[in-house]
C-alpha cells in the first residue's frame, strides 16, 4: 500500500455508517453521521438489473424495506418509493454516497453478489463510478472471483488511480464444509494476491492472518462491537470495523 493508503491501518472504519436512531445501515443518514465524527465508512455495493450501484447488504429486500424484492431486481422507482426500516431513508445508490462524502473520509466499498460467476460487471461499474472520487477509498469482497477481478482492473488503472483490494474472510458459519476449509485457509489469495485483509473477529486468533500479517499484508477485524472486543481485536489486527459503539481513536472524533 502507498503512503496515502495508511488510513486502512490506523482510522476506524464505521461498519455500514454510524447507524443510530433514524440511520439505518448503509443510509445516507449513517454515512453523514460517520463523515462529521471523522470515520471512514464501510459500505456494501450490489449491482441491479437495471445497471444500477445500490448500497445494499442483503440479497433480498424484505427485512429492510417490508417489500419481497431481490435486490437485484430493485428498480430506480422501487429506490423512490421504498423506505428503510420504516425511517424517511431510502436505499441510496454508490454515486449518491460518494456525492454525499464527497471526499471528507475514506470509504472502504465491499462488492457484493448472489452467486459466483464469470460476469465482473460490477467491478467495472463501481471503478468507473470513483473514476472522479475526490476521496481516498479501497475495494474488498468475500468472492474471490471479484478479487481477482478487481486486482487485473486496478493493475490497468493509471498510478494515481489505484487503490487498495481487499478479501473478506471469516468463520463463514452457513457454508458447507468444503467451502469454509478453502475460504478460511484463503487460499487463493496466494494468486490475488490482495493489499490487506478483514476477517472476522469471532474467527481471531488466527493461525492464517498471523502468517499474512507477518508477511505484510495488513488486517482488519469486522464488526468490532464494543471497546472490549476492540481491545481483543487489536491483538490479532491492525485497525477495526465497528458498530454500535465510537472508538476512542481517530481523525476527528464528535461527542
Given at each position: 500500500?502507498?503512503?496515502?493508503?495508511?488510513?486502512?491501518?490506523?482510522?476506524?472504519?464505521?461498519?455500514?455508517?454510524?447507524t443510530g436512531h433514524n440511520r439505518p445501515a448503509n443510509s445516507l443518514?449513517?454515512?453523514?453521521?460517520?463523515?462529521?465524527?471523522?470515520?471512514?465508512?464501510?459500505?456494501?455495493?450490489?449491482?441491479?438489473?437495471?445497471?444500477?450501484?445500490?448500497?445494499?447488504?442483503?440479497?433480498?429486500?424484505?427485512?429492510?424495506?417490508?417489500?419481497?424484492?431481490?435486490?437485484?431486481?430493485?428498480?430506480?422507482?422501487?429506490?423512490?418509493?421504498?423506505?428503510?426500516?420504516?425511517?424517511?431513508?431510502?436505499?441510496?445508490?454508490?454515486?449518491?454516497?460518494?456525492?454525499?462524502?464527497?471526499?471528507?473520509?475514506?470509504?472502504?466499498?465491499e462488492l457484493k453478489r448472489p452467486t459466483l460467476a464469470l460476469n465482473?460487471?460490477?467491478?467495472?461499474?463501481?471503478?468507473?463510478?470513483?473514476?472522479?472520487?475526490?476521496?481516498?477509498?479501497?475495494?474488498?469482497?468475500?468472492?474471490?472471483?471479484?478479487?481477482?477481478?478487481?486486482?487485473v482492473a486496478v493493475r490497468k488503472l493509471p498510478p494515481h488511480r489505484?487503490?487498495?483490494?481487499?478479501?473478506?474472510?471469516?468463520?463463514?458459519?452457513?457454508?458447507?464444509?468444503?467451502?469454509?476449509?478453502?475460504?478460511?485457509?484463503?487460499?487463493?489469495?496466494?494468486?490475488?494476491?490482495?493489499?490487506?485483509?478483514?476477517?472476522?473477529?469471532?474467527?481471531?486468533?488466527?493461525?492464517?492472518?498471523?502468517?499474512?500479517?507477518?508477511?505484510?499484508?495488513?488486517?482488519?477485524?469486522?464488526?468490532?462491537?464494543?471497546?472490549?472486543?476492540?481491545?481483543?481485536?487489536?491483538?490479532?489486527?491492525?485497525?477495526?470495523?465497528?458498530?454500535?459503539?465510537?472508538?476512542?481513536?481517530?481523525?476527528?472524533?464528535?461527542?
Amino acid at each position: 500500500m502507498s503512503s496515502d493508503d495508511v488510513w486502512l491501518l490506523d482510522t476506524p472504519i464505521a461498519h455500514r455508517g454510524l447507524t443510530g436512531h433514524n440511520r439505518p445501515a448503509n443510509s445516507l443518514a449513517a454515512f453523514e453521521a460517520a463523515a462529521d465524527a471523522g470515520y471512514a465508512c464501510e459500505l456494501d455495493v450490489q449491482l441491479t438489473r437495471s445497471g444500477e450501484l445500490v448500497v445494499v447488504h442483503d440479497y433480498d429486500l424484505t427485512a429492510l424495506t417490508g417489500a419481497a424484492i431481490a435486490t437485484a431486481e430493485l428498480t430506480p422507482a422501487d429506490r423512490q418509493r421504498l423506505r428503510l426500516q420504516g425511517t424517511d431513508q431510502r436505499v441510496p445508490t454508490l454515486s449518491e454516497v460518494l456525492d454525499r462524502v464527497a471526499g471528507r473520509v475514506p470509504l472502504l466499498i465491499e462488492l457484493k453478489r448472489p452467486t459466483l460467476a464469470l460476469n465482473f460487471d460490477l467491478v467495472d461499474e463501481v471503478l468507473r463510478q470513483t473514476a472522479d472520487y475526490p476521496g481516498r477509498y479501497a475495494v474488498e469482497s468475500f468472492d474471490p472471483l471479484l478479487v481477482a477481478a478487481l486486482r487485473v482492473a486496478v493493475r490497468k488503472l493509471p498510478p494515481h488511480r489505484r487503490v487498495p483490494v481487499g478479501r473478506i474472510c471469516g468463520l463463514l458459519r452457513t457454508a458447507g464444509p468444503l467451502t469454509r476449509m478453502v475460504g478460511r485457509s484463503m487460499v487463493s489469495n496466494l494468486v490475488t494476491r490482495p493489499d490487506f485483509l478483514a476477517y472476522e473477529v469471532d474467527a481471531f486468533p488466527s493461525t492464517v492472518t498471523a502468517w499474512w500479517r507477518r508477511h505484510g499484508v495488513p488486517v482488519i477485524a469486522w464488526p468490532v462491537a464494543s471497546p472490549e472486543r476492540e481491545m481483543f481485536a487489536r491483538q490479532y489486527s491492525d485497525n477495526i470495523v465497528f458498530s454500535g459503539y465510537r472508538p476512542s481513536h481517530g481523525q476527528h472524533l464528535a461527542s
